[in-house]
């Protein structure tokens, strides 16, 4: 049976006549100096789409490592959200969804179809999800993590350029405004040593996102788009329902917050940090409460409306640029046999493990030992830049890759254009956990990264940030 359950209800069940206590004086697009400004005109366009499954059994949930996750219904809707920048003749889109992570074969047909009909370059897209955990199963290079259906991802594919299609056609004149609002209570960092092992525990002594970048569009003084990104897992739930998890509720709060908006969100580094829903003693994580989903995506709406309407938020001007860089990865040696795979796989009969060691022997003499990566550089004016990166990219990776540009706003994306497991920082190898070990039977890998994977990362990314720090 599907069970429907809005955020409205939510709202109002938890937070009534919050909005309303609001004095009306209050204005409503955070007047300040930024109003006088003027920044270079930029033509913005923006749409969203529900990619909810359209039957039962169409799809099975991803996430958390395993695959008993079915598909009972829907908590509230996820989306596919796009946003399209055009300036000084270059055109970029942004596009977001409540998926884990984008699978290569739909984003190489999205890239190739969107450049032919609608005239944006393929390099110039940015595919980033949110990293719902409450989401189908849509990437082929995942095994154990639930059953890539065809017929969804050839839906979502089409919903999604549906969605990029109607971006494209609806842009208007805009100011951008950027800003990074603090969000110090949000996420929580999720490593922990217990009884001498790396476990994934709430850990409030190591950092993590705590902060949200902001970007806003308005056509005159009325808000069009507020794209905001905040790092962390938003895995709040873990039942069988769909769900956009905190992230849409943010979306929502910051939506009825300002009229007209559409809140588009973008995951950063969320890699090592988890949604802080912990007990009292923040030793163990709070799961599946789905009143927690309401309330901390309200927090971080909270703190980025707080931002905004402070008057904090400067105005961007020049103009839009975008550069590529691709290389490998290289993965540490597989040390495990072809017999291997099978004393594992008995080891873990009637488990999920079971299958997916399986699926490792079955595929033994073609395993990957590198990985494809791209970062991706995307200038909107001439300081303010999305860095967007492949993987789980943990927050270790945010200060360092801004500091290459100190000039500018450096809204680092991770979990963008593909995601082959975590990119950890090489601090976290010896450390051991699920990021850097565990983790990567998931992700079809042998092993994991090597350690030099951090550095090599860097070295690229200052050689595509050179010359941003104008
Ligand atoms: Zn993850």
Redesign the pocket.
Known sequence: MRRMMGWMLLLSLLFCGCRSKEPDTQPQNGETDQETETGTNVDVGVSTVCINPREENEITLA?FGNDNRGYDGILDDIEVGCVVFSANGVKCAVIAADI?GWDMEIMAQLRERVERELGIPQDNLLFNAS?S?SGPTTQKNTVGIGVVSESYNAYLTELTFQCMQQAAGDLETCRLYKGTAPAENVAINRRRVVNGTMQMSPNPNEACCNECDVIVAKRGNSFKVVLFSFGS?P?ILNGNYISAEFVGAARTVIENRYEGATAIFVQGCG?DAKANITDETQTRFISNRYEDVYILGNRLAQDIIRYIDGGKLKSVKGDVAVKVSRFSLQLQKNIKKKEDYVTLAEENRGQYLHKVYRWYYDHYDELATEVPFMLQRIDLGDSLTIVAMMG?VVWGYDAKISALMPNRTVVVAGYSNGVYG?ICTAKMYPEGGYEPDR?TTIYQLPAGYLPETESNILSSAAQLCGGGSE
Request: aromatic share 10%.
């Open positions: 996430g884990l990293h955990h897992h895995s890699g789980e975590y983790s």
